[in-house]
């Protein structure tokens, strides 16, 4: 969607690579978030920011890590990926009131061998 | 998180009416009701959202429940783009600015019969 863009789109890694996912807003939304969605388990907060250097654990944290050193930029990072990591990974942002919805991003297919 | 009910499926014909029902009996006074719709392939889009009163865009109308224990989304004249899986999400604004956060459930399948 406009003011939100994700990249890679695709990416195929090998099982114990690092791996950053990148999401950028030209919005200037205090809020960004990181979902991942799978068959049977639907959007799946990882972590979220709300305020640059500001960030907090969702329910599927672990094997996740996020930086966010200015407003525009929210990196996900895999510290070592695994094959259960394989899955679509959403950016979303939000302003601070709630005047407005969340804007998606368009995914990035991540595939983990 | 208040959690959200909805039907797991739903079906419509093309041009006519689509009331989507979401019951949300254990909603705070600080919760937002949220719609978000996703597309195949695509990330989910926002719909509509209110608090106490009815709402209205070009998307879409939101009721809410007086009680505000229920609410429903109604798409007016159902296209074939419309299939969609549609999510109710209900949004906590009122714990202060680490906790806006959205939570996503199952939602109802959409399928427009043409």
């Known amino acids: 969607d406009a003011g939100i863009t994700q990249s890679p789109r695709h990416k195929v890694t090998e099982t114990g690579t690092p791996v950053t996912l990148r999401c950028h807003q030209t919005e200037n939304h205090r809020y960004m978030y990181w979902y991942r969605q799978d068959p049977g388990h639907g959007l799946r907060l990882i972590h979220y920011?709300?305020?640059?250097?500001?960030?907090d654990k969702g329910e599927v944290s672990d094997g996740y890590s996020v930086s966010r050193s200015k407003t525009e930029d929210f990196l996900l990072t895999l510290e070592s990926a695994t094959s259960s990591q394989t899955s679509v990974y959403f950016c979303?942002?939000?302003?601070?009131?709630?005047?407005?919805?969340?804007?998606f991003g368009s995914g990035t297919r991540l595939t983990v061998v | 998180d208040a959690k959200t009910t909805q039907p797991n499926s739903m079906e419509s014909n093309e041009e006519e009416p689509v009331h989507l029902p979401c019951n949300h009996s254990t909603i705070s006074g600080t919760d937002y009701i949220h719609w978000y719709r996703q597309l195949p392939s695509q990330g989910p889009e926002y719909v509509i959202h209110?608090?106490?009163s009815n709402v209205n865009n070009r998307m879409a109308s939101l009721a809410i429940a007086e009680d505000r224990k229920s609410s429903t989304l109604i798409l007016h004249r159902a296209t074939l783009r419309d299939a969609a899986v549609y999510y109710c999400i209900l949004r906590d604004v009122g714990s202060g600015g680490s906790n806006y956060k959205l939570t996503f459930g199952k939602g109802t399948l959409l399928t427009v019969n043409p």
């Open positions: 920011s709300y305020g640059v250097k500001d960030t």
């Open positions: 979303a942002i939000s302003a601070i009131r709630d005047r407005v919805g969340y804007t």
């Open positions: 209110g608090l106490t």
